[in-house]
């Protein structure tokens, strides 16, 4: 098997710092102004595992990108929404690395019983707004003038996608532990690659 989707691991920190990085440092994509070093992306793997997916797509034993979820608000009846990002590093962009992990990554969560993922993309960026369109989302709006970074005032487009129907009286979504290693998990990770690795 030369390329798969699984989920993070602390291990991964440095390889996931190393593609994030020019999303800090280069442009406003993000907007930290710092980028976080290996350690510091291991913690943030650990603290987003105990509720939702943070998953990395692995080509020849080398980490090509990765996409997680975190909750959207931490008000209790936001809890059916999760906030999503994915990256991919540039060796890897164009090649349906960043689809196959948002289809894993949306499997999953649809599993897990989350309803709505949002995304928020600085722009001007239309590569990253028509990516997530394809993928079935939907302009929300934009926040204008939000966030200041690199000598100048930026925008963020914010879009939404139905992960699953809106049920009445939802139950809880089910934390991610409760689900690694069953069947049905590992089918959803494999998603992404149409069903198979």
């Known amino acids: 098997m030369t390329r798969c989707v699984r989920l993070a691991t602390p291990a991964d920190g440095a390889s996931l710092a190393e593609i994030y990085a020019p999303a800090v440092v280069d442009r406003a994509t993000s907007f930290e102004l710092e980028a976080p070093d290996g350690a510091e992306m291991s913690r943030r793997i650990e603290a987003t595992l105990a509720r ?29 929404s999760v906030e999503v990002s994915a990256y991919v590093h540039p060796e890897w962009q164009r090649r349906g690395v960043g689809r196959a992990l948002y289809t894993s990554l949306f499997t999953v969560l649809t599993l897990q019983e989350f309803c709505n993922a949002y995304a928020g993309i600085t722009l001007p960026n ?28 930026h925008d963020v487009m914010w879009l ?9 009286a939802p139950t809880q979504p089910l934390a991610l532990p409760l689900l690694t290693g069953l069947p049905e998990f590992d089918r959803a990770m494999h998603v992404g690659f149409g069903g198979h690795t």
């Open 126 to 153: 239309p590569a990253s707004v028509g990516f997530h369109e394809a993928l079935g989302f939907r302009p929300v709006g934009i926040y204008h003038r939000v966030g200041y970074k690199l000598g100048a005032w």
């Open 160 to 168: 939404e996608r139905e992960l699953a129907p809106h049920m009445l």
């Open 52 to 80: 939702t997916p943070w998953i990395v797509y692995v080509d020849m034993g080398q980490v090509a990108g990765y996409a997680y979820a975190t909750p959207h608000r931490a008000r209790a009846a936001y809890q059916w």
